[in-house]
């Protein structure tokens, strides 16, 4: 045999040694995210699928929370089923005696003074003088919340106040109790009778009483 035949048979058999290798093999495995038909961007992990559905939940009551509103809209009217509620929690009411009409009555007293109302406000030395005026049911509103007002701000460890019916109204004065301090008296100046007004934690226990149908006491109104 020739060089040439030679060279020739051995490149042959090595040629048919690869190729039986190779076909012995089989064919590749696929890779573990796309056996049973399963991609990888098509597996969801169970973690994730929890996450969503707890996610969807409190969205889901978010949106039932927006279906209610909490606001009343009217201020008289919340102050009213504020109290109502109260009444309601409380074993003790005597429904017998309850007179929620009489709040309602003050409330209305109320937005008349606040906001029916004429103020004219001078300094005094120490404080403070007020002339609250109106006309009609606006100047019994006053005279009925305004003078026992001024007693419960004479309680009140900071103030001196005091009261006087006039024509159409009242008058009141509110001074510091201790004249020296400067910062009490610019405080009532401050406040002036809206912000006097407001002063004193009675009010809302105040309200109960009269909706329960208690004596009025040392509370303002009628």
């Known amino acids: 045999m020739s060089n040439r035949a030679a060279l020739i048979s051995v490149i042959l058999a090595g040629a048919a040694l690869v190729a039986h290798g190779v076909f012995a093999q089989g064919p590749p495995t696929p890779p573990a995210s796309t056996q049973h038909g399963t991609t ?10 929890s996450h969503d559905a707890t ?17 009343s809209g009217q201020a008289a009217f919340a ?3 504020e109290v109502v509620r109260l009444l309601d929690a409380d074993p003790r009411t005597d429904w017998s005696k309850v007179d929620v009409e009489r709040l309602r009555q003050h409330l209305i ?12 406000q001078a300094p005094v030395p120490g404080g403070l003088a007020m002339e609250i005026t109106g006309a009609g049911r606006t ?3 006053i005279r009925a919340m305004v003078i026992p007002h001024a007693a419960e701000l004479d309680r009140l460890p900071a103030y001196a106040a005091k009261a006087e019916p006039l024509s159409g109204g009242v008058r009141l004065t509110v001074t510091a109790k201790n004249a020296n301090d400067a910062t ?10 809206a ?5 004193g934690a009675h009010h809302g ?18």
């Open 55 to 71: 996610h969807d939940a409190i969205h889901r009551q978010h949106l039932a929370a927006m279906t209610a509103p909490g606001e």
């Open 109 to 120: 007293d109320m937005n008349d003074v606040v906001l029916g109302s004429t103020v004219k």
């Open 139 to 141: 100047a019994e509103a």
């Open 205 to 222: 226990p105040h309200h109960l009483a009269m909706a329960r149908g208690e004596k009025p006491g040392h509370h303002h109104g009628r």
């Open 195 to 199: 912000g006097l007004l407001t002063e």
């Open 184 to 193: 009490a008296v610019a405080r009532i100046r401050g406040l002036g009778f």
């Open 40 to 49: 990888s961007h098509d597996a969801t992990p169970h973690g994730t699928r």
């Open 79 to 81: 102050a009213i089923a």
